[in-house]
Nanobody, 123 residues
Framework: EVHLVESGGGLVQPGGSLRLSCAASGFTFSSYSMGWVRQAPGKGLEWVSTINDGGSSTNYPDSVKGRFTISRDNAKNTLYLQMNSLKPEDTAVYYC????????????????WGQGTQVTVSS
């Protein structure tokens, strides 16, 4: 059974940084692209970033490009999201997600989701 557990969220001031982690289990992590998706209060899901299975390719929407960095450690079955220069509009629940198929990149549909971790950017 696929299991994704996020951690690292919290309250941070504007301009600050946070690093989110996602511990994965129940599947061959190194064979799957992974992504981060967020949901702000009262809004829909917004894709944040994707990384391919080997970690050599990443992509981001313009809203976070240059501020967020996705990475992975396949030896530790862990996905990361380094978030710098945080803004109040980055406030959201952040979800780690995986597609259903191996070696799928870019990812169009995420099938497996973690429970989410809250990030609040406020002074």
């Amino acid at each position: 059974e696929v299991h994704l557990v996020e951690s690292g969220g919290g309250l941070v001031q504007p301009g600050g940084s946070l690093r989110l982690s996602c511990a994965a289990s129940g599947f061959t992590f190194s064979s799957y692209s992974m992504g981060w998706v967020r949901q702000a209060p009262g809004k829909g899901l917004e894709w944040v970033s994707t990384i391919n299975d080997g970690g050599s390719s990443t992509n981001y929407p313009d809203s976070v490009k240059g501020r967020f960095t996705i990475s992975r450690d396949n030896a530790k079955n862990t996905l990361y999201l380094q978030m710098n220069s945080l803004k109040p509009e980055d406030t959201a629940v952040y979800y780690c997600a995986a597609p259903s198929g191996r070696y799928t990149y870019p990812v169009k549909v995420y099938t497996y989701w973690g429970q989410g971790t809250q990030v609040t950017v406020s002074s």
